[in-house]
């Protein structure tokens, strides 16, 4: 069962990977690419509970309730019986896609958070030096 805890980590991971789509300069890839993240965004929200991720070879499994196939899925896609359809067409599948969010995700879960603003140093905030009124009385 695959959990994302940190949904804003997990959406700026996916950011991250929108925009390095955004580099391709083939479109008709470029819109693959987008559609198989989108797939994935929504496959992982809706059905982590069919997922697992593989950490000693970095691949996530997926099962499909559709196909009832079990998809292994890297750099590379492949199905409980056989291969997946569009990885063996050379195309974008959403288990890739999937496989490359969550792995970017897991690579970025330990890294150590950056330094809390206690441990910046800070200049103390300007005390308030009040001007002192001292009024004479003059008395004629
Ligand atoms: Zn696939």
């Not at 391709?24 to 809706?46: G, S, Y």
């Not at 019986?81 to 896609?97: K, L």
């Amino acid at each position: 069962m695959l959990q994302i805890e940190n949904k804003d980590r997990f959406g700026k991971v996916i950011a991250d990977a929108l925009s390095k789509v955004e580099l391709t300069t083939d479109a008709q890839t470029k819109k693959r690419w987008i559609n198989a993240i989108a797939k994935a965004t929504v496959e992982i929200e809706e059905n982590g509970v069919f997922m697992t991720w593989m950490e000693n070879d970095k691949s996530l499994l997926i099962w499909s309730q559709k196909s009832n196939n079990i998809y292994t899925a890297n750099g590379v896609c492949h199905a409980a019986s056989g291969v997946c359809r569009a990885f063996e067409q050379g195309v974008p599948c959403f288990h890739r896609a999937a496989a490359r969010l969550v792995r970017l995700y897991m690579e970025t879960e330990n890294v150590p958070v950056q330094a809390q603003a206690e441990d910046v140093p800070f200049l103390k905030p300007t005390v308030q030096v009040k001007a002192e009124r001292v009024a004479g009385i003059r008395i004629n």
